[in-house]
């Protein structure tokens, strides 16, 4: 990681920055991914109607 390169309090802090980042695209994807098969779930019951 950018800290174990540059050894310095920024690039720690920039380290953190990024791990918190890709945390939330992950819960981000997570939620969208149980809405979306939500969504499908719909779809498919309005198709009788």
Known sequence: ??????NSDRA???????MRTFVKMREFLETNKELAKELSIYKEFQKYF
Do not use: G, P, Q
């Not at 720690?12 to 990024?18: F, G, L, P, S, Y």
């Open 1 to 6: 990681m950018l800290s174990s390169v540059l």
């Open 12 to 18: 720690v802090d920039v380290n953190i920055t990024i």
